[in-house]
């Protein structure tokens, strides 16, 4: 088993643990109490700390990724991690709004391939529109016409707590090859 798989496969069952934990907790009940004083600020206790251990184990994951590869990251506030290890000949990165079009691949930590576009055309968006995950935008909006990066999508900025539903798991970290191929300046 691949050691990226081995890590998503524990944090995963940690969180499946910590969950059926909390359902059973919530479901004991006291006899004769209908309301007990301080147990939603409990329960929203636990849930944050939970939430904690989420994003730590999400963090640790990350940076597990990122040594791995030896690559030298940037950070942005929002927790996008972004590498341009090739520069284009653009001279601007894409101001708002702007059409752009893109060639990618999206790759899980575990280093399974989940998308890609063609080839030829790539796939285009509109900036500020919100019609692609928040953390491919930003790191897109990053770059200028030519550059090549990597960019380490976290779950918050990918398809969150559920997925895709399709080829993406829920709370997926997501790992971008991405080309900035054309930018085109839209009038407001």
Known sequence: MKTGTFLYVRSAFRIMASLLLMLMLSCVETPGKKDIPGTTASLHDSVIAFNREIVTSEKQE??????????????????????????????????????????YCVYLLNGDLV????????????????????????????????????????????????????????RAVLVYDVELCSINPLKK
């Open 62 to 103: 990350i940076d597990d990724y990122v040594a791995r590869h030896r690559w030298t990251m940037t950070k942005t506030q929002t927790g996008l991690q972004f590498m341009i290890y090739r520069r284009g000949s653009g001279q601007g990165v894409p101001v708002m709004p702007s059409e752009v079009n893109i060639k």
């Open 115 to 170: 998308y890609e576009t063609d080839s030829i055309k790539g796939f285009s968006f509109e900036t500020g529109k919100r019609n692609v995950v928040s953390g491919l935008e930003e790191g897109v909006r990053l770059m200028k016409t030519g550059d090549r990066a990597k960019l380490i999508v976290p779950s918050h900025l990918a398809f969150g707590l559920l997925g895709d539903l399709a080829k993406i798991p829920a």
